[in-house]
T-cell receptor, first 113, second 114 residues
Framework: DQQVKQNSPSLSVQEGRISILNCDYT??????FLWYKKYPAEGPTFLIS?????DKNEDGRFTVFLNKSAKHLSLHIVPSQPGDSAVYFC????????????FGKGNQVVVIP | NAGVTQTPKFQVLKTGQSMTLQCAQD?????MSWYRQDPGMGLRLIHY???????DQGEVPNGYNVSRSTTEDFPLRLLSAAPSQTSVYFC?????????????FGDGTRLSIL
């Protein structure tokens, strides 16, 4: 049973516009959430994270929003750049004492120049 | 700083063969883990280790063995390869000394079982 869900598997956006990726989770014990970015033939690279005690974390063009009551988080990329074209994975951890990560299935983002 | 290094990058096996996927990290991270990535499935945890001498099962451990004799290395063994184990395998590590640290991933091993 998937604890982290990413719907809308692919997203196309014009360069300079905003990309919004959504993620839902079911386990209320999760207390740490991350977004990873993955290019073909490479491993996932850490992008941004948020702790459950916050509702927003910003790092340059990337902002993650957390709505604990809805068990929902989102990643905003603005402005989108062609180099942002990649697969983005949402991940979550917490509650089991071992900090194991549960991943979503990923969203393919294509930024059109 | 090499980070997490996985070898080999590609491998083709026949059903029933055994092999070991190597993973090494030079960041002195206590926590190491193995994932497999299949189309439409995201990353699924196979095995993980919280330190030398300690390993535990993840979400999909069947058909795989691991050991952790040193902090740096965390090999994944396929005892008798099956076509269902065709996948891309990623090793990751993280520092557990500080809370909420992200995992660092290697570039993966692409494995095909014929």
């Amino acid at each position: 049973d998937q604890q982290v869900k990413q719907n809308s598997p692919s997203l196309s956006v014009q360069e300079g516009r905003i990309s919004i990726l959504n993620c839902d989770y079911t386990n209320s014990m999760f207390d740490y959430f991350l977004w990873y970015k993955k290019y073909p033939a490479e491993g996932p690279t850490f992008l941004i994270s948020i702790s459950s005690i916050k509702d927003k974390n910003e790092d340059g063009r990337f902002t993650v929003f957390l709505n604990k009551s809805a068990k929902h988080l989102s990643l905003h990329i603005v402005p989108s750049q062609p180099g942002d074209s990649a697969v983005y994975f949402c991940a979550a951890s917490g509650g089991d004492g071992n900090n194991r990560l549960a991943f979503g299935k990923g969203n393919q983002v294509v930024v059109i120049p | 700083n090499a980070g997490v290094t996985q070898t080999p990058k590609f491998q083709v096996l026949k059903t029933g063969q055994s092999m070991t996927l190597q993973c090494a990290q030079d960041m002195n991270h206590e926590y190491m883990s193995w994932y497999r990535q299949d189309p439409g499935m995201g990353l699924r945890l196979i095995h993980y280790s919280v330190g030398a001498g300690i390993t535990d099962q993840g979400e999909v451990p069947n058909g795989y063995n691991v050991s952790r004799s040193t902090t740096e290395d965390f090999p994944l063994r396929l005892l008798s390869a099956a076509p269902s184990q065709t996948s891309v395998y990623f090793c990751a590590s993280r520092n557990v000394g500080v809370s909420n640290q992200p995992q660092h991933f290697g570039d993966g091993t692409r494995l095909s079982i014929l």
